[in-house]
Every structure is written in structure tokens, then in C-alpha cells.
T-cell receptor
Framework: EPEVTQTPSHQVTQMGQEVILRCVPISNHLYFYWYRQILGQKVEFLVSFYNNEISEKSEIFDDQFSVERPDGSNFTLKIRSTKLEDSAMYFC????????????FGPGTRLLVL | QKEVEQNSGPLSVPEGAIASLNCTYSDRVSQSFFWYRQYSGKSPELIMSIYSNGDKEDGRFTAQLNKASQYVSLLIRDSQPSDSATYLCAVNTGNQFYFGTGTSLTVIP
């Protein structure tokens, strides 16, 4: 069964460093998303991406964040200068046809900023 | 601000009982509604989606939507210990998805 994959599973970084989180969506899916979940809190939408551009972003997704689909299979989230409060689980998701369709989540990357 | 509200629980039910989970949302133009299950330390796993008023059944799960009341619920029949998890309500409005904080369910053997 196709699934969304994410790497790395865990990432530890120093405050101020750049991190890149990687996702491989399900192959025939067209819509891609990033979410974060701070420990003990709710899942928060960051950004949606379609046709090689951002279709929607939340107020969390400020200038330190960027997304890219560099090669037609990977979908990346870059955090330019990490802050302590960026420590969270980051989930990638994808859906097949339109934004209201079912989203399938990857296993997540746990980011710890020291 | 668009909100999705759930009782955080914990909700405890005996094995074989019906578990009832509730969710309200603030934005009347919300279009699609989802229930996800999340085990501790894992990613959300889709259980049900519902788009129109009424009931939708899938196995032991029934989702109910009432757009006039801005209310969506999930019933789990014949609850099993493996159903013990946090249940997340998610609402699609425009191109954004909003999640509730989740309801923790424990099914007691």
C-alpha cells in the first residue's frame, strides 16, 4: 500500500541553524501539506502546495519557513534559522485530487532545537 | 479565528460499549470534516470523512454531521482496547485544515 515517507525520523539542531525536513508523498498525489504538532498540543496547519506553488499558508508559516519540490518526488520544508519554539513533530501529508480530499500523513520528523 | 473544539477527555468506556466523541467548529463555510485517530508518538490516521449532513457508517464507526449546529460526531460501536487512542476532529475551510486538540479515549477490557 502506498504511503507517505519522511526523513529523518529525528533531528537535533542548535538554535539558529537551518534544517531541511524531507518528505516523499504518495506518487500519484498532487496536493502536499506540512503540519506541526508541539508536544501535547494540537496538530497545526503550516502550508499547502499544489502545482509547484504554495496554495495556502498559516500565520505560523513566516519568512523563516520555505517549501520546495526539487525533483518531482521529494517535498521539503526548510526552517532557516531555528528557534527553541520550533521544537515539534513535523508531519507531511498528501492528497490525490483536491484540497477537500482525504489526506494521508507521513510518520513525522521529531525536531528538537537546543 | 477559526476554531475546532473537542472535549479533551479522558473518556473511558468498557470493552464492547459505544464510545461517543463530539466536535464543534466555528466557521459556517467549512466544507469537509474528518476524524483521525492518533496513537501516542504516531501520526494521525484517517478513520472517516464526511461532507454532507446526516450519518455515514463504515464498519464499527459512524460519523454524524449537522452543519446547522456546526457539529460533527463519531460513534464507535463494540469498542475494543485497540481503539484506545486520541481522536482528532479536523475541518477543511478553504485551503486550510484545522484540527481540534483531540479526545483521549480509553477502552477498558
Amino acid at each position: 500500500e502506498p504511503e507517505v515517507t519522511q526523513t529523518p525520523s529525528h533531528q537535533v539542531t542548535q538554535m539558529g541553524q537551518e534544517v531541511i525536513l524531507r518528505c516523499v508523498p504518495i506518487s500519484n498525489h498532487l496536493y502536499f501539506y506540512w503540519y506541526r504538532q508541539i508536544l501535547g498540543q494540537k496538530v497545526e496547519f503550516l502550508v499547502s502546495f499544489y502545482n509547484n506553488e504554495i496554495s495556502e499558508k498559516s500565520e505560523i508559516f513566516d519568512d523563516q519557513f520555505s517549501v520546495e519540490r526539487p525533483d518531482g518526488s521529494n517535498f521539503t520544508l526548510k526552517i532557516r534559522s531555528t528557534k527553541l519554539e520550533d521544537s515539534a513533530m513535523y508531519f507531511c501529508a498528501s492528497s490525490s485530487t483536491n484540497v477537500a480530499n482525504t489526506q494521508y500523513f507521513g510518520p513525522g520528523t521529531r525536531l528538537l532545537v537546543l | 479565528q477559526k476554531e475546532v473544539e473537542q472535549n479533551s477527555g479522558p473518556l473511558s468506556v468498557p470493552e464492547g460499549a459505544i464510545a461517543s466523541l463530539n466536535c464543534t467548529y466555528s466557521d459556517r463555510v467549512s466544507q469537509s470534516f474528518f476524524w483521525y485517530r492518533q496513537y501516542s508518538g504516531k501520526s494521525p490516521e484517517l478513520i472517516m470523512s464526511i461532507y454532507s449532513n446526516g450519518d455515514k457508517e463504515d464498519g464499527r464507526f459512524t460519523a454524524q454531521l449537522n452543519k446547522a449546529s456546526q457539529y460533527v460526531s463519531l460513534l464507535i460501536r463494540d469498542s475494543q482496547p485497540s481503539d484506545s487512542a486520541t481522536y482528532l476532529c479536523a475541518v477543511n475551510t478553504g485551503n486550510q485544515f484545522y484540527f481540534g486538540t483531540g479526545t483521549s479515549l480509553t477502552v477498558i477490557p
